[in-house]
């Protein structure tokens, strides 16, 4: 009996990925390939940073200004993207990725770190918001929290296990957890980079979703014409903005906390790391069907407490068996950020895709980079628990009760399938 069931389970996903069109097969592969090469760096980017001599404030800081250049430059991307297509915009975003962890690789200074991650974030946003445009485009209603669950757990679940155990290897075979022993990481992850370029380069098509039937406008007037075709879309950024926080204010600081408040050594950094890939990989896919039969908000409801639990278990974490148990529970964040990524691209038409994400990521970005600084200086002035709590308080008072205010989505895109199919006949 077991095993007929694993055989449905494995004809519906080969049926599931047979329905898919190549551009979303390419854009996944590479997808996973960044996370891949993420993981590797991730347990060990700020204690680096805080190697070649930068405090807790001043790795805000770092991340403050990556963060805030690369969401003023949001809506523009996706306006670029939404009239001449996806190709060269993705190759830019993934050259600006290579170029960031070069300089990575040969800095000497905290210093030099801001113009790193400058490149870095402008480089991640770019080519994440191509991926998200094709990604959301490419998929039909049915099957949009399921595909984005599927790039989620091949991504941040199955190599993003394998990422930190590579990670942690190299660091070991260098030095351990200094600077010296890091170093080589960033010249693995350029060259890695450097083959997604190529894969792009050569296999995806420069698709776009342009409506004909809409005049050349100016910059102002398309973004202005998002919020006209789309409802609850104000709501929506405070929402996603919030949900956004964690990137700035909880995960570059988690790893430093890890290592230098609870001792833990690389191998225990790299394990918090892969157990944050490994919940992903068992319930990315069964939660982003879940999304797709019950509602997107009914399955963030469920795996939002479970991060805020994770939180929790770090900050008071008495040995290193917590701290891996928090990296696990850790993994709810991206499934979750995934089923709200479904409800993101569910509130404006296909057309409008590229702009709509644009602007999203203009405030959610800016909004993380003060919380980066932020956290920084609280880290330093008043305690590092406090970063984490803070955290969970604004999701619980502020994201939650917006969210409550919001009409499911999946209902909304049956409803307009629905009413499509009457007018055609």
Known sequence: MRGK?????????????????????????????????????????????????????QLGIINTVGMGIAGLFGPFIGWIIDRIGVKRVYLIGIGLLVVSYLIYGVAQSW??????????????????HTCSTVCANSLSSRDRATGMSFCETLAAGLLGIVGP??????????????????????????????????????????????????????????????????????????????????????????????HEIKGANQYILGAIVAGSALTPLVLGIPLGRLADKIGRKKVIYLTSPLFWISNLMLIWAPNSGFLIASGILQGFFPVSMTVAGAMTVELVPPEHMGRW??????????????????????????GPHYIFLISIGLDIFIKIPLLIGIPETLDLRIKEGKKGKKKAA
Not at 111 to 128: C, E, N, P, Q
Not at 179 to 190: D, H
Not at 362 to 371: P, S
């Open 165 to 258: 155990i590579v990670g942690a290897s190299v660091v070991t075979s260098f030095g351990g957890v200094n600077v010296q022993g890091i170093r080589p990481l960033f010249f693995i992850s350029a060259l890695i980079t450097l083959g997604t370029f190529f894969l792009i380069l050569t296999q995806l098509s420069n698709q776009n979703w342009k409506n004909s039937s809409e005049k050349k406008s100016s910059f102002f007037k398309d973004i202005a014409q998002v919020f006209k075709q789309g409802k609850n879309l104000k709501r929506w950024i405070i929402i996603a903005s919030v949900g956004m926080l964690p990137m700035g204010m909880v995960f570059p600081f988690i790893q430093v906390f890890a």
């Open 357 to 382: 994400i644009g602007i999203l990521r203009f405030f959610r970005l800016l909004l993380a980079a003060c919380a980066a600084y932020l956290a920084g200086t609280i880290w330093d002035h008043l």
């Open 111 to 128: 210093i030099i770190l801001i113009v790193a991650m400058i490149a870095f974030w402008l480089g991640d946003t770019t080519s994440g």
């Open 5 to 57: 069931r694993i055989a449905i389970i494995i004809s519906n996903s080969i049926e599931f990925l047979r329905r898919q069109p190549r551009n979303w097969k390419i854009t996944v592969t590479r997808s996973s390939l960044r996370t891949f090469v993420y993981k590797i760096i991730f347990p060990y980017q700020s204690i680096y940073a805080m190697g070649l001599g930068a405090t807790a404030t």
